[in-house]
Structures are given as C-alpha cells and as structure tokens.
C-alpha cells in the first residue's frame, strides 16, 4: 500500500506565505514525478507545480515568481512555499506522487486527499 499524506493547508490574508508539504509512505520501489494540484469550487483541477526526482521544476504561468516547489528524495517529501498569496489562489491544493510500488510494476500516480487553502481578508 502507498499513503499521500498533505499538510499545511490553513487561512491566510492576501500578502501572506504558506508551506504545504507532502510525504509519500509505504511501498515504494521508485518515486518518481511529485507534484501540487489545485481545484476551486466550479473549476476543473488544474496543475500548480511539479518537480522530478533529478529536481527539474514546471510551474504554471499564474503562480511563476510567487510559489516554489522543492523535494526531499530521502524523505520522500515535496513541498510548495507559496508567497505574496492571492484570493484567487484559494483552492484545496493536492499532492500527486508518480509511483512504481514494486519491481516490475507500472508507474502509477497516487494522490492525497487534499488541504485547503483559504486567501481571504
């Protein structure tokens, strides 16, 4: 079994920084892309940054400047340090892991429950 376990979700002014961080747990063979996602209500998920295990990034245009997605590998942890947050960056925010559980296993992505994000006065 893998567990994708977010944390650091929470309320916010406009202005402010959070840190999400996210750790992958259990079989793991290979971790390979990890990544954050957001969904607002109404909206379809859409992807905020991802990182591979060599450390090349991929932002989305919205957040470049602002947010930075870093890693872990021996933690098998992935974090988002978002700055000069926005309302419109109010979404719950999810962690995706790109997962071969054991030998000889396709790669499968593996997702956390989430963790809200609220940028409000």
């Known amino acids: 079994q893998v567990q994708v376990v977010e944390s650091g979700g929470g309320l916010v002014q406009p202005g402010g920084s959070l840190r999400l961080s996210c750790t992958a747990s259990?079989?793991?063979?290979?971790?390979?892309?990890m990544g954050w996602y957001r969904q607002a209500p109404g909206k379809q998920r859409e992807l905020v940054a991802v990182?591979?295990?060599?450390?090349?990034?991929n932002y989305t245009d919205s957040v470049k400047g602002r947010f930075t997605i870093s890693r872990d590998n021996a933690k098998n942890t992935v974090y988002l340090e978002m700055n000069s947050l926005k309302p419109e960056d109010t979404a719950v925010y999810y962690c995706?892991?790109?997962?071969?559980?054991?030998?000889?296993?396709?790669?499968?992505?593996?997702w956390g429950q989430g963790t809200q994000v609220t940028v409000s006065s």
């Open positions: 995706n892991a790109a997962i071969i559980p054991r030998y000889g296993n396709p790669l499968i992505g593996y």
């Open positions: 259990g079989s793991i063979f290979t971790l390979d892309v």
């Open positions: 990182t591979t295990s060599g450390g090349t990034t």
